[in-house]
């Protein structure tokens, strides 16, 4: 057997020259007789305008994509987590870490993802093609992405029941206590009838938030008014009628009926966003994405006119100088733009392979980070404006009712909204958004996921309907496993999902490994003639240097900083066991530990021979005919005829797709000079 595959790599290294092998060199790579836009004539420009894209669908319009983009990464977490990080890391000063970060690690792995799938035509595993050995890449990107939508679907059921809940002529269901809360309910009309029956001593030292004149004077109702023993009735409403939240992980309890309902209602939505492909997503993200921030720019007016509104602006935008001694205010900074930008999740890969080889997705890329910050600043206005409303209204600090995580949308928002006039319409409004914001996510998310795997497996689904049987399958699935998360106990487990499936660490360590990858392992320079030849015009060497030391950089420097700054997960007093830890590191590791493994294994598959392993597993491939120096690829496919007897035939193609796998070996000839 040997033998004859050396026998037949002999005379295929003799022939050359022979025009009837499919072996593409850099003379006859159309990309490199392509001239760009400015020199092209009109005789070159209908030959250079595309490529064949192998039959793969793309954006019906040109600007689908970005809106797209927005729409996937724009969501919830940029109003409950960038404002509460703003005030509580020195105010302004958030934003010059948040920048540099985006500046330097940001931009530039959105623009390496992007362009991945865009050159490629693939998304995440397949595109990786390009250097097999980092395939795992793809492999930890796909398991990200798939907890991201086993998870993520709930913040949309607690929004769709809130926006349920709105829809009253009368005061909001949150508004007031109930017996079921205990005694320890306090809403704000027992405030106000308290207030309404002091002396105007007692009232004025309550306005001006002045307990020592408020307990001089003897006022009563000190224990209710300054105590911190009783718990708004918004707060109950969420963990008693909302979750029924448990006392801990430990009992999960029953399944909450009215969020399984809502959950259903979530999932058809993203069902019916995602069935009908890709083009008709990029119609439906028109209006999905931009009626948030029709809501975000009423709910800004709105709130910037209300009493105390600069009160809690100023409270957002407050500069503290001293906190940028600590590196928490990196971290955080850090890990809000990987995040916020859904970098390291496989989706812009597969959102970029959908686009035209000619695209300008650098001009996307610059805009889309534009935007995404932008929302994220804005949002922050809308959030304190009206936070500083609540505290004015109830005499308090407006840090007294700023909150992070999903209780500031579902716990303060709420009594914030109750307290001005016509409330239920401006609820109706805001959870609408909320709703839209969770959709574009979610449906991005099971388009990213499913990509994945059908690009990856190609002859699995070889059959008619394949990509709408396998996007029914898993809707069921996901809906099945995200009935464990709208049980009494489904809050602690979606903060366990949340914290270890799907951000820090674990994003890091993929963002790292794929900067590394395309810099170090396939050539930064190399990659950015290929995107030069696939764009038309020059790329920004600024880009190359952040793959090569800047961004991996701040990877491993905000990667220190989540080790020393670790603490264990905890919801209100309630501290998470120490199962629930490693549980949640076991699904990290698992997912980190996809890269070294899809490297061995690959290793493992063309262990036989040395000098073929190396070239075909730790060498860079040719994906097909567009890179600017390409191999001669050489397949060598073992088929096995009989029990007994073995051929061997050799393909040469120059248009190669990576290793293959059972017993398929590849080895590659530099046809220039070695890269």
Request: overall charge negative.
């Amino acid at each position: 057997m040997h033998s004859t595959i050396d026998q037949d790599v002999e005379e295929a290294s003799k022939s050359d020259d022979d025009p009837s092998l499919n072996v593409v060199s850099s003379e006859q790579n159309p990309l490199n007789s392509c001239p760009t836009k400015k020199k092209q004539t009109k005789r070159t420009e209908n030959a250079c305008e595309e490529i064949d894209r192998g039959g793969r669908e793309s954006w019906a319009g040109p600007f689908d994509f970005v809106m797209t983009l927005v729409g996937f990464s724009v969501g919830v977490g940029n109003f409950w987590r960038f404002p509460y990080l703003c005030y509580k890391n020195g105010g302004g000063v958030f934003f010059i870490p948040y920048f540099i970060t985006l500046i330097t690690a940001g931009v530039p792995i959105l623009f390496l993802e992007i362009s991945l799938g865009q050159f490629t035509s693939y998304s995440n595993i397949s595109a990786w093609n390009i250097y097999p050995a980092l395939k795992g890449i793809g492999v930890a990107t796909t398991f990200i992405i798939w907890n991201l939508n086993l998870y993520y679907i709930v913040v949309i059921t607690w929004g769709v029941y809130y926006f349920y809940c709105s829809f009253t002529w009368g005061e909001l269901p949150w508004e007031s206590c109930e017996e079921s809360y205990g005694p320890h309910c306090f809403d704000q009309k027992l405030r106000r009838s308290l207030i309404d029956n002091m002396t105007r001593v007692c009232q004025a030292s309550l306005e001006s938030k002045n307990q020592t004149a408020f307990q001089d004077n003897a006022c009563p109702y000190e224990s209710l008014l300054w105590g911190k023993n009783y718990r708004d009735a918004a707060e109950l409403f969420w963990e008693k009628k909302v979750l029924g939240l448990s006392e801990g992980l430990e009992n999960p309890g029953s399944i909450q009926g009215h969020l399984a309902i809502c959950l259903l209602v979530g999932w058809v939505l993203v069902y019916l966003c995602v069935i009908r492909g890709i083009r008709w997503t990029g119609k439906i993200v028109w209006f999905t994405g931009l009626f948030p921030y029709l809501m975000l720019i009423i709910l800004f007016i709105r709130g910037v006119t209300l009493d105390g509104a600069m009160d809690g602006i100023r409270f957002y935008l407050k500069p503290d100088f001293s906190q940028l001694a600590k590196g928490t205010i990196w971290l955080e900074a850090g890990t809000q733009i990987f995040w916020s930008m859904s970098l390291a999740l496989g989706a812009m890969p597969t959102l970029g392979s959908y686009n035209h080889y000619r695209h300008n997705c650098l001009r996307d890329t610059l805009i889309y980070a534009t935007v995404n910050s932008c929302t994220s600043v804005l949002g922050g206005f809308c959030i304190f404006a009206v936070l500083g409303y609540m505290a004015h209204e109830m005499n308090m600090d407006v840090s007294d009712v700023a909150i992070g995580g999903p209780g500031l949308t579902f716990i303060a928002y709420p009594k914030a909204l109750s307290l001005m006039p016509a409330g239920s319409v401006f609820s109706v409004l805001f959870f609408l958004m909320v709703i839209f914001l969770g959709l574009d996510s979610q449906f991005v998310a099971v388009e990213g996921f499913s990509a994945q795997v059908m690009d990856a497996l190609p002859k699995l689904f070889n059959f008619k309907y394949s990509r709408e049987v396998f996007i029914t399958l898993i809707v069921i699935f996901s809906y099945g496993v995200g009935l464990c998360m709208v049980t009494e106990g489904g809050m602690y487990l979606f903060q366990v999902m949340d914290f270890y499936s799907a951000s820090g660490i674990v994003i890091l360590f993929v963002a790292f490994f794929e900067s590394v990858g395309i810099a170090y392992f396939y050539g930064g320079m190399r990659y950015l003639r290929d995107l030069e030849a696939m764009m038309g015009f020059s790329i920004p060497v600024y880009f190359p240097c952040c793959w090569y030391v800047v961004t991996p950089c701040m990877c491993l420097f905000i990667a220190v900083f989540f080790y020393r700054n670790f603490e264990p997960l905890s919801y209100g007093d309630y501290v998470y066991p120490k199962w629930s830890e490693f549980v949640g590191w076991t699904i990290a590791a698992t997912t980190c530990f996809m890269i070294p493994l899809t490297a061995a294994v690959q290793l493992h598959w063309n262990r036989e021979d040395t000098k073929k392993m190396r070239t075909a597993i730790l060498r860079p491939h040719q994906v097909h005919d567009r890179t600017q120096e390409p191999f001669e690829v050489e397949q060598f496919a073992a088929r096995e005829s009989s029990a007994e007897n073995v051929h061997s035939e050799v393909v040469l193609n120059g248009g190669g797709v990576g290793v293959g796998v059972g017993q398929e070996m590849f080895s590659m000839k530099d046809t220039e000079e070695k890269v």
